[in-house]
């Protein structure tokens, strides 16, 4: 259990426009211009948060500019598959990038996460409370087209098994005491795949640092372009999802319109919930009050010590105009719920 109404985010942050600008033209930097790009940007994501007032903070997840610079640059066994099929119309997941498996899959260097807990640590202000995000092998594969000695999405999965656990505790020696392994994939595919396969697949990865670190996953619909891409229902992870070894378990209700509340109170018993109490689909921002009301109806189903709040998931796909006032006025509606409760 942690502090109580607990305020936090999931791993992503908006990019400033000059960040995107310069996503696109990579090639005009030296090494050292984008070291100093991404200092930046990491500073902004991290003024924004402290700002807002949060209990834990991330990086923002800034230096994943792209697929090459985002994990699968640090695996082996890849080739680049062509362009999307679809470039046109509107956005969705059939155009995110993929890579074909060639080779053995391997990160010799690791998936520079630690550089990035690493460059979180130097920037953030003394006495915040920073966690790191690591995608989890079944959400990796998702991206990952099997090929060579790998013929199904499960094969590429339990290969990358070995690679995100030393992540984890190659992030756990470098003094991360707070890792969430995102495996929103599990959440969009339990409806037509076995979720006890999924848990056992979960505890394999996080085998290194379990009990040695504070863990929670984030389960979501996908939010690619602000997009779903799965039936938005929890009920198919369940019971199987308590038996997952993590501390925390985070769930979108939010853009749901808070559809089965009642599965926080099932999580609770078991490990911490995180509710996704912000929409980070829509326009509207959330006042103080609306988040309040949430709260409160949250606390009809768990108690105070075993709840957290978060955004539905990572704020990348949502204008940053939009993004800092939804922060902000999440943590000033759980305050006022800690006031009336007498919590600190
Ligand atoms: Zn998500």
């Known amino acids: 259990m942690s502090t109580p109404l607990r305020t936090t985010v999931i791993g992503s942050y908006p990019f400033p426009a000059w960040l995107e600008f310069a996503t696109g033209h990579l090639d005009a930097f030296g090494s050292d211009d984008i070291a100093e790009m991404l200092d930046d940007a990491v500073a902004i994501a991290v003024k924004d948060q402290v700002d807002a007032g949060l209990d834990a903070i991330s990086d923002g997840e800034q230096t994943r500019l792209d697929f090459n610079l985002s994990f699968y640059g640090f695996l082996e066994g890849l080739a680049p598959e062509p362009p999307s099929r679809r470039r046109f119309g509107p956005p969705g997941h059939d155009q995110r990038g993929k890579h074909a498996v060639l080779g053995d899959l391997a990160a010799p260097r690791g998936l520079g996460t630690v550089a990035d807990f690493r460059r979180l640590t130097r920037l953030a202000p003394a006495g915040v409370r920073l966690k790191a995000s690591v995608p989890g092998p079944y959400t990796l594969s998702g991206r990952l087209v099997p090929g060579g000695r790998y013929r199904d999405r499960w094969a590429v999965a339990e290969a990358l098994v070995p690679i995100v656990r030393d992540e984890l505790a190659a992030l756990a020696a470098a003094g991360c005491e707070e890792i969430c392994l995102d495996e929103p994939s599990m959440s969009c595919y339990a409806h037509r795949e076995d ?35 799965a039936p938005r229902s929890y009920a198919c992870l369940f019971p199987a ?23 926080i109170g099932t999580i609770a018993r078991r490990m911490d919930v995180a509710v996704g109490i912000i929409d980070v689909k829509s326009y509207y921002i959330e006042t103080p009050e609306d988040v309040a009301a949430r709260v409160r109806r949250c606390l009809t189903f768990a108690p105070p010590e075993r709840l957290a709040f978060a955004p539905d998931c990572g704020l990348s796909q949502t204008a940053r105009w939009a993004a800092r006032p939804k922060l902000a006025n999440m943590v000033e509606g759980v305050r006022r719920v800690r006031a009336e409760l007498g919590l600190p």
């Open 241 to 263: 999802f308590l038996e997952a070894h993590v501390d925390q378990l985070h769930v979108e209700m939010a853009s749901r319109e808070f559809a089965e509340l009642d599965i």
């Open 195 to 229: 979720p006890t396969r999924f848990v056992a697949l979960f505890n394999d990865t996080v085998a290194s640092v379990h009990g040695r670190v504070r863990l929670s996953t984030h389960l979501c619909f996908g939010n690619f372009k602000g997009r779903a891409v």
